[in-house]
Each structure stands twice: as structure tokens, then as C-alpha cells.
């Protein structure tokens, strides 16, 4: 059994005696480190949130495996690992084919806590994942990856809410190389129109639940971050959208009654990118995966000889004759495993490894869906971001980016009139447990 | 050499007209996604057939891998594909309307019935007997098991085809809503105007129609060899649309196009809308992300495919008069009523030509195989290149051979202005290297065909009843006057 520590919030003694009845609020600041937030909150940038950490506990939080955006919310918002909920990255290849898809709330196959018994009505924001929106008690709109308003809306009777407040799911990526002074205007111009929304939307329902997600966080910093940390000229910048999440946080709890229950959370933690590793580049060179010649390769190029491939980040598929037309590899073959670990392992680049550890798919997932799970996951050493694009034209690859997100270091709060009890080490399976024991006094 | 029921199996989701669009997606950094179809990132569409697939690659479903495709003979040809027919009234929209149909298409198609107005104007007509668009549409669904929906619109009135493309959300479209005639546009200002005005406010209309809403469809415009002239430089007719300072190579040559329209050099205002058509297509398709192929199509003749063999009630048009005949069905037919076959001037002109059933073939292939969005595709679509005097005498020879007809052949003064010595090579590749193309007919059997046919005493009657319009009068000049006979009886 974990430990557990008891977290009190300063008043909920008095708290404590209208558990259960209030509202729940889900508010998420996605790519939002612990460091970094309390950092902003102790100079002054995010006075909302400093007020807010006072009354509340705070603690980092350890993201899912692979640290990436889909499958931590999706971890967060189901309680479910990856073996559960069958979101193992934001990309996927159905089982029999080659077809390269993406996931998207269909692939989710656990539901959501609004989805749950007793959460209801919910109103629910920019939750990644959950594009296309389906059917709830409530209102939803979805967050990335999601590039048709209509689809990200339900029920439909309520996109003009969204159209009229200008409401866009997600900054046009291009311009932070193209223009950064629109990336800027326009991370603003959306975060204000989501808040916009929520204004409107607060008061057309008696909402139980409501979960708001904030992700221009998450664009600013794998972009400008190293204007962050190493004082860069867009700083002040910067720190003024910190500002603004700040402020709309501040809206969000000066709306909250005493017997409401607010957590908020990061799904990752962040730090400066120094370089990208082609997980496949380093395969192909090994003799481990072949694919054939062509201008355009997808996942439908790889030759029946190939053993292994990697999808993004760092996840390491065997080339299964269970699972892939073409595939020769059977399953749990065991000295394939040893020898592609000891592959990456063994890498070096400019002297460094590439890899802080490797991890196997059977000791991270577990679930009705983890027979999909990856065999392998490569844990980078800091400042190493894995690319798993198969089209490779060395073992580098260029890229805008300059963040990129940790395992370790996201943000679990909770402001809650109940006594809640939490593991030692926080993570993202832990968020829902810990929602309910807020919302019941009771960690299952 | 690309095998033909397998043509298009490699093809991906990213050519299939059921793919939508959505975005660019950098999945390094969350998801995040541009819009922009020049955007860096991973290219993200959805299908509309099988939404269960969510946000994919495009490029990682083949054809032969996609349950919605079904191996034809043809290639690999989207299951219930909504084609949408403009001028499906005429001598090719009614072949492929049926053939498209047999195949498991949804075929829709409008036409103004404007042809059948215009070659009564000129007091002749079909010498097959065709029924109505709706006795024929009865018959097909009759004898072939088919459904056609047909409305009776103009391509030219906005209101009523932008309605009809939004009802139906066509997946391919056919543009045959042309005139077609050279001699029409140049006979008068008001011909020609009306050439140009239907042909290039359709083309037009059709475009910002798939733009607004069909913008994943594939069209198929009918262009002419005609729009590339016969140059006398002896350049071969490549097949596509070049910067002025190209240099082309074909076989051991190299062509520069200095000083060369594009190449385009059209011979009449007929031909003059139809380089304007071309070019209508090749900027919507780079504007818009529009996807078609423009087929150079040479002079289709003939009146046979398996389907228009089933029955008579499913005739297609077939004319035989100076302004709407087609040069070979027009040399049948005044041989079987011993009328002169006429030939302009020297009679060496050179031209590409094809039978009815080989372009049906053809353009099966090139709706199985659209191109990449925003892609402007050309092909020339040719399998014989002969002289108009060597027609004559092969037309001449088989009436008399086979048919017990005795068929002159005169020269008469050209009413057109064109050159009638000089070189003509086609280059038609693409068909059969890309597209799996392999011509069924030859130039002989088809005009056997063409003669059984026509000696029928029901086509007999109605080619006597249009004898005067089978001799040439319309001057590229202006007006209209009674050739001279330069040469008359030549041998063959």
C-alpha cells in the first residue's frame, strides 16, 4: 500500500460540514510546472494563484507515460492508465492496418468524470481529447487536437455561443515563427474569448461540474520558453500571459462558493529542448526496421523484415504478426526486447546518452486495452525530445520548438472543504480518486 | 507498363474524394495545429465514409487497403461514387452516364438540351432516334438495373445548380456542358458568343461551386487537342500546361518553348473558350486546392459501347451536319445516303483521334484515379493520329469493300484557317503509363460498326432527311457560301 499524506486545506474544517454539496471545478493550465508556478506566484506575476496556493495544498505531480498532453489528461479525467482507457500518444495505428491515426475521443475507451454517475450537469472547456464532442449531460467543447469547431461542440444548439465570442480551439502553430507578435495577440485573443464563453455559459445552467482547461500555456511555453529561463526579449511577454491565466484563474475562484471543490492541474511538467532524436532514424541504421523507398513513407512502407518502430514520442512497437499485416515478430519476443533496449542504451550522441532509462510496456499499463500498449518506452535524458516521424533524413531533426515537457514537475492543487487524503507521489491516475475524495471525503 | 486492373491500387486516401481536409498537426507540440493546406506538420484529414478512423494520415491507406474501394476492371474505383454528369443529354454524357452506373455509381446529371435545340436550328438531327432524357433514364433503369437522377438544368443558372451540387455533394464531377463546335463559334458574333459565354461561365460556375461545396471532389473538364494547335515547328503536343521558358524533352529531343504561347494555339472561338476553360480550371485548382484532370481530348467518332449496344431505346445522340458531326461519323454517313466525302483542301491535316468506347474507358480510369488536391492534371487522349484524307479513303474503302456502296471523295476549297501541310506528334503517355489505359478498338471495326448501323433503314431515313447539312459552308471568314470542289473523285 502507498502511503498516503492527509492534506487540509487551512479552513475546511469549517468546510467540512457541507461536503458533497457544492460544485466541482476542474481547472487546468496545460504545460504549467510546479517550479514555475510557484516561482510566478512568489515574484508577483501571478498574485491570483499565490492567494490561491496559501489556502490550498499544493504539490508536484508526477505526468503518464509517455509525458505527453493526450494521454495525461485523458489519465486525468478517466483514472484510468493507459491500459485502461486505450490513449497511448496522440498517434495510433489500428490493430490489422497501417493506417496512421490520430486519437481522439473516440479512441478513448474509459468515460470522462462528467460522463460518470452524479457529476451532472457539466459544463465542460478545452479538455484535450475529447474532440469530436460526445453526447453529455451538459455542455462541452472540445480541446486540441480538434480542427472543426462544429464537430468540437455539443449539443449543436450551442456553437453560436462559441461563433460569436470568436472562440478558437487552438493558436495556428506557424505563426510563432512567422509572426511572433500575432502568436502573442492571438494566445490573448483566445484565452479572453474562452473566458468570454465561459461567462456566457456559467449562468444558462445550474452546473455541478465544470472543467475549463487553459493551453496557451502549453503553446507559450514550447516555443518562447527559453525567453522564460534565459531572459530572453519576449519575456515580458511572457510573463504577461502568465498574467492573464493568472487573472482568469482569480475569475474562476472569485466565482466559487465555500462548498465548492476547485483543483487545479498541469499535465506535465516543462524544460528548455536541446535537441530531437529520430527514434526510427536510430532503427533503421540498426537493421531494425526497413522501409520502402518513396517520397511519401508512412507506416504502410514498412517491409515485413522490419522488427520495430517508434511513434511519438519514444514509444517502441514490435513489428507483431499479431497485430500488423505484414509483421514477422511474435509477441513478447523477449531477446528482440533485450536487444533493442541495449541499442538505446548503448547510444550515445556527442557523448551523452539519449535515453535516461527504458521502460517495458507490461510494467506500465494495465487494463483491457494494454495488449495495444507500446513494448517499450524510452525515457529521454533532460533536453532530449524523441520524434518518432519515419521519414528521417538524419538522427536530428530540425524544429521550432524549444520546450519540451518532463515527466516529473505538473501541478496538483485542491481546494476542497473535505479532508483529502493523497499518495506520497502524486500522479495523474491520482487525480480523479482525489476529486472524488474531495467531493465525498473518501480516497477509494 | 502499369497493370491495368491494378492501376491505382497504391493510390492513397489523399487522391480519394472522400477525404476531408482538416489541418496540420505538430504532434511534438501537443497537437497544435495550422490550417494553412502549405502549413508544415503533419497533414490531417477525416473520412467521410468511415468517421470511426477520426484525425488520420492520409497517406498511410492505400487504396487496395480501404474497404470503400472495390477492384474493377478499371482499377480500383470508389464504391457508389457520386458523379455528377453536366450535359449528360449529349454524345458522350449518356455513354458514361450508363457505364458509370453499371459500374455502382451514383450518377446525377442536368443539361440544357441545348444540343438537341441547336442542331435543330440547323435543320437536322440525331440520325440515331433518341428517346427523351426520361425515356432513356426508364429504359436504363429497365434493361440495365440502373438508377440515373437527371434534372434539367442550365450549368449556366447559378441559382439552380449550386442548389443541385449542395443536395447532392457530388465526389467527382464530368464537365461535358460545352458546344463543341468550331464552325458554330465562328459562323456569327452571336454563335460565337454563346460559345464562349456557355462554356466558360459554366466551366466558372462549376468551380466556385466545388469550392463552396464539393472542395474534395475531382473534375474532369473536357479540353480539345484543338487548344494546341499543330505547330509547325514540329513540336511534339506535350501533355500539360508549361512556363513560357520550359524546355521539354521527349525521346532524345529537346523542345524550348520560347516565344510559344504555353503551349496553347487554339483554331476557332470554339477552341478559344475552351484554352479559356483550361486555364479557369488550372487557377481554381491553385487558388482553391480544387483537384482535376484536364483530358485533350482527340475527335471522338463511333457509336458503340456494351451498354449503348443493349438495347436502341438507349441510343446516344449521334450527328452527322457540318456544325455538330464529327469528322468520321460525318464521312459514314455521306457515304451511305453517296453523298462526296469532303475533305478541306489538301486533306493532310492531322489529327488525334479516338472511338466512343475508348474515351469511356479512359475517363473511368481518370475518375478511379483523382489527382492530389490542388493538383491540375493534363492528359491527351488520342489512340489514332491520322490524316483527314487517309479517313476518307479508309471510310471510302470499307463502303465499297464491304458494304456495296460507291463512295467519292472530293477536296473541296477549306473554309478554315489553318495550316493543311505540317507536322503533328501526340505524346498520350500518361493514359496508358499512369492510368493503365489500353486502347479496345481500332479505327476499321469501329467504322464497320459505324456503317451496319447507319445502313438501318430508321438512321437511312433521317441522314437523307439531313442531307443538305452535310456539306460544308460555314467560313472562318464570316458568312456562309458553296465551296468549290478543288478535286473531285480521288482515288482510295
Known sequence: MPTRKKLWPSDCVIWGTCKGMGRTVFFGIDGLSHTMWRDLADSGVMPQSAQLIKESQLVPMRSAIPEVSSVAWTSMVTGKNPGGHNVFGFTDIPDNSYTLAFTSARTVKAPPFWQMEGWGPSLVMNVPQTYPAQPLDGTLVAGYVALDLAKAVYPAARLPVFEEVGYDIDVEMALAWTSPDRFFAELTRILEARSAALDILWSQADWQTIAFIITGTDRLNHYFLDHYEQEGALRERFLDFYSSVDAALGDMVARLADDDVLVVVSDHGFELQEKVVNVNHVLKEAGLLVLDDGPRVTPASMQPESKVFAMDPGRLYLHRSDRYPKGQVGPGDESLLAKISELFTGFRHEGKPIVERIELGKDLYDGPFSYRAPELVLMPAQGVSFSGRLKSDGLLEDSYIVGKHTLEDAVFLCRSPNAVDLPEAMTVFDVLPAMNAAREGIVE | ?492
Open chain 2, 1 to 492: 507498363m502499369t497493370d491495368p486492373a491494378q492501376h491505382n491500387a497504391g493510390k492513397t486516401c489523399w487522391n480519394c474524394p472522400a477525404v476531408e481536409f482538416k489541418g496540420h498537426v505538430d504532434f511534438r507540440a501537443c497537437g497544435q495545429a495550422a490550417f494553412s493546406r502549405a502549413a508544415e506538420g503533419q497533414l490531417v484529414v477525416e473520412c467521410k465514409r468511415r468517421e470511426e478512423i477520426g484525425y488520420f494520415d492520409p497517406m498511410s491507406i492505400t487504396y487496395d487497403a480501404c474497404p470503400e474501394y472495390e477492384a474493377t476492371e478499371f482499377g480500383y474505383l470508389l464504391r457508389g461514387m457520386r458523379v455528377m454528369i453536366l450535359g449528360m443529354d449529349g454524345y458522350l454524357g449518356w455513354p458514361l452516364a450508363l457505364k458509370l452506373a453499371k459500374l455502382g455509381c451514383q450518377v446525377f446529371g442536368i443539361d440544357n438540351m441545348l444540343r438537341r435545340e441547336l442542331v435543330a436550328e440547323r435543320g437536322a438531327q440525331s440520325v440515331l432516334p433518341i428517346g427523351s432524357m426520361q425515356e432513356r433514364i426508364e429504359s436504363a433503369r429497365e434493361l440495365l438495373g440502373v438508377e440515373i437522377d437527371f434534372r434539367p438544368i442550365d450549368l449556366c443558372d447559378r441559382e439552380e445548380f449550386f442548389a443541385y451540387v449542395e443536395e447532392v455533394k457530388p465526389e467527382a464531377f464530368v464537365q461535358y456542358a460545352e458546344i463543341p463546335s468550331a464552325p458554330y463559334s465562328m459562323a456569327s458574333v452571336e454563335t460565337a458568343t454563346k460559345t464562349i459565354y456557355n462554356n466558360n461561365i459554366g466551366t466558372l460556375n462549376l468551380m466556385f461551386a466545388m469550392r463552396d461545396y464539393a472542395p474534395e471532389a475531382s473534375m474532369i473538364k473536357l479540353g480539345t487537342m484543338g487548344e494546341y494547335g499543330s505547330p509547325l515547328t514540329g513540336r511534339p503536343l506535350f501533355e500539360g500546361l508549361f512556363p513560357g521558358d520550359a524546355v521539354l524533352q521527349h525521346g532524345d529531343d529537346e523542345w524550348s518553348l520560347g516565344g510559344e504561347l504555353v503551349p496553347r494555339d487554339p483554331v476557332s472561338f470554339y477552341h478559344v473558350s475552351k484554352v479559356q476553360g483550361t486555364f479557369t480550371m488550372y487557377e481554381s485548382c491553385k487558388y482553391w486546392w480544387l483537384r482535376g484532370i484536364d483530358v485533350m481530348q482527340g475527335v471522338v467518332y463511333g457509336l458503340h459501347t456494351p451498354e449503348l449496344m443493349t438495347d436502341p431505346s438507349l441510343n446516344t445522340r449521334f450527328d452527322i451536319d457540318e456544325w455538330w458531326g464529327t469528322v468520321i461519323n460525318r464521312f459514314v454517313a455521306q457515304a451511305v445516303v453517296g453523298a462526296p466525302l469532303t475533305i478541306f483542301g489538301s486533306g493532310n491535316q492531322i489529327r488525334g483521334y479516338i472511338t466512343v468506347a475508348d474515351a469511356m474507358q479512359c475517363m473511368i480510369r481518370l475518375l478511379a484515379s483523382p489527382p492530389e488536391p490542388g493538383q491540375y492534371e493534363v492528359v491527351n487522349q488520342v489512340t489514332d493520329v491520322l490524316s483527314v484524307r487517309e479517313l476518307a479513303q479508309t471510310v471510302a474503302r470499307i463502303g465499297r469493300d464491304e458494304f456495296d456502296l460507291t463512295p467519292t471523295i472530293q477536296r473541296i476549297e477549306n473554309p478554315r484557317v489553318e495550316a493543311e501541310e505540317h507536322p503533328y506528334e501526340v505524346i498520350h503517355e500518361k493514359l496508358e503509363k499512369d492510368f493503365g489505359f489500353s486502347s479496345q478498338s481500332n479505327v476499321e471495326d469501329e467504322i464497320r460498326y459505324m456503317f451496319k448501323r447507319l445502313m438501318e433503314p430508321s438512321s437511312r431515313e433521317l441522314i437523307e432527311a439531313s442531307r443538305d447539312t452535310l456539306f460544308p459552308k460555314t467560313l472562318w471568314s464570316g458568312g456562309e457560301k458553296t465551296l468549290e470542289v478543288v478535286e473531285a473523285d480521288l482515288d482510295y
